[in-house]
């Protein structure tokens, strides 16, 4: 078996933007091939490295390179893993169950193509249990951006009634007949080991990931004494009009590099 966040191969890909290079990576995770997409701005400099931890599941909320790309154009090396069962990934999709190592394996790549050591996360939706998980079992984050993120995977399944059928067949069950699977997936009883400032984007219309997750974590955070920041805006849903929501990157990204994290 390889070791975690081996690189395996390196495909070049059609990039959405001239300054940006676009490379597919697939690497080693859990004895699994799993790829994800690379972003590096063409004009050399010490970049910090941003992990981009994707929302959906499977084919919604994919990866998409014009995302990456513009994230990169702020300054960053990214690196956004697709985790395992998808595109061509080994493995399945779980969740936020063992494919939350495909995250935390996910840096060890990203470091090999950072001059800088300042790693962040960047995740939206669903990405977002992912990253408090990362930031949990890492101790070398800089910084954490969940924007609409899932943090409470109980609250999830109570109020996603659309998703409840693939959370039983992902997870194995309800929160009631699968206790043992669903705790394992809760971060609050770790939140504690959570050492990265942490910013908090969330729309209060939301109603793919309700306004109650972003509230219960920073209400977790600042139990736990961490550095917490609040964005919240009361006209926007889960997704933003498309000029705010290029305002709030770049602010998000500013936001990253004045963090005096690790």
Request: proline share 4%.
């Amino acid at each position: 078996m390889k070791e975690n966040g081996t690189i395996e191969r390196l495909r070049l890909y059609p990039s959405p933007n001239p300054q940006i290079d676009l490379i597919e990576i697939t690497y080693w995770s859990c004895g699994l091939r799993v790829k994800g997409m690379l972003a590096t701005p063409k004009k050399e400099g010490t970049y910090e490295g941003i992990l981009y931890l994707r929302g959906g599941m499977q084919s919604i909320g994919m990866v998409r390179p014009a995302r990456i790309a513009q994230i990169a154009s702020e300054g960053f090396t990214v690196f956004a893993p697709y985790y395992r069962g998808n595109r061509g990934g080994e493995g399945r999709d779980e969740f936020a169950g063992e494919d939350r190592l495909d995250a935390v394996y996910a840096a060890d790549v990203l470091k090999q193509f950072c001059i800088s050591t300042r790693i962040h996360l960047f995740a939206f939706s669903r990405g977002g249990i992912m990253a408090l998980w990362t930031a949990i079992l890492r101790n070398d984050i800089a910084s954490i951006v969940t924007w609409a993120g899932v943090s409470d995977i109980y609250l999830t399944y109570e109020e996603r009634l659309d998703m409840r059928r693939m959370m039983k067949r992902v997870i194995g069950g309800t929160p009631t007949n699968k206790t043992v699977a669903y705790e394992e997936r809760n971060v609050f009883p770790k939140i504690s080991k959570i050492e990265a400032p942490t910013l908090i984007i969330h729309g209060k219309l939301d109603v793919n990931v309700s306004f109650v997750h972003a509230e219960t974590l920073e209400k977790k955070l600042l139990g736990n004494n961490k550095i917490v920041e609040t964005w919240y805006y009361p006209e926007f849903t889960h997704f933003f009009p498309s000029q705010v929501n290029r305002q709030v990157v770049k602010d998000a990204c500013r936001w990253m590099k004045m963090q005096r994290g690790v």
